[in-house]
Structure formats: C-alpha cells, structure tokens
C-alpha cells in the first residue's frame, strides 16, 4: 500500500513538480496551498507525512502547522522547506533535539530542493 503524503506550498509551481515528482516514486500526494487548506487535511490526518512550507500566508505559517501536526500524531514526519535560509541568510535547522523542540519538525530541507535528497528523507522517516 502507497505511503500518502501531504505537501504545502503556496508557490503553484513548487507545489505541482513535487506532487509530479512523489507519484513518480509511488507515493499518493494530496496538497495545500494555504494555511486554511493545509488545517482543514491535518483534522482529516488522511497522510502519513507532511511537507510543510514555512512562509504561506503568514510569515510563521509552516511552524504552525508542523505544530499542529505533531500535535495530532508525535511520530508523523514533518519536513520543513523554506527558501527562507537563501533570501535572508538565516539558518533554519531541526537536526539536534533543542532545535526540533521548537521548531516540530524532523527535517528541514533549504530551496531549492534536492528531489533525491526529499526522497531520501522520507524514506528514512517512515521506515
């Protein structure tokens, strides 16, 4: 059976290569593009992981929802993307335990992203 994953992103563009580029690796893909959109599915916990943007409608958005998310279920992976480290020069991470403490993710991956890179750490974590 087919791992679902949810993606969040409100850039149209990014939003379509991904979902292309999971089913292309035999994942289900259902998407958001804004925070609203994105609750809506979380109630729903129709997924088994989430790729979550940071900046949406609100500049916080993605940590939002990574929260609520983890909230619902502690083991379902969250990866964050942003172009947030590329555009300010600050530097995002959830690698040590302090940082996913705050930031309810189990990744974070910088855009642009690596497609081998995503598939990867999905793997890693619904294994």
Do not use: C, H
């Amino acid at each position: 059976m087919s791992k679902t994953i949810l993606v969040v992103d409100d850039d149209y563009d990014f939003l379509e290569q991904t979902k292309i580029r999971l089913q292309s690796q035999g994942f289900e893909v259902i998407t958001a593009e804004n925070e609203e959109e994105a609750e809506t599915l979380i109630e729903e916990n129709n997924f088994d992981a989430a790729i979550v943007d940071i900046m949406l409608e609100n500049d916080d958005a993605g940590f939002i929802l990574a929260y609520k998310i983890k909230s619902k279920n502690q083991d379902k992976p969250v990866i964050i993307t942003s172009a947030v480290t590329k555009e300010t020069g600050l530097d995002f991470d959830a690698e040590t335990e302090e940082e996913k403490s705050w930031i309810k993710a189990d990744t974070f991956l910088s855009k642009p992203i690596r497609y081998e890179q995503l598939y990867n750490e999905l793997n890693k974590l619904m294994d």
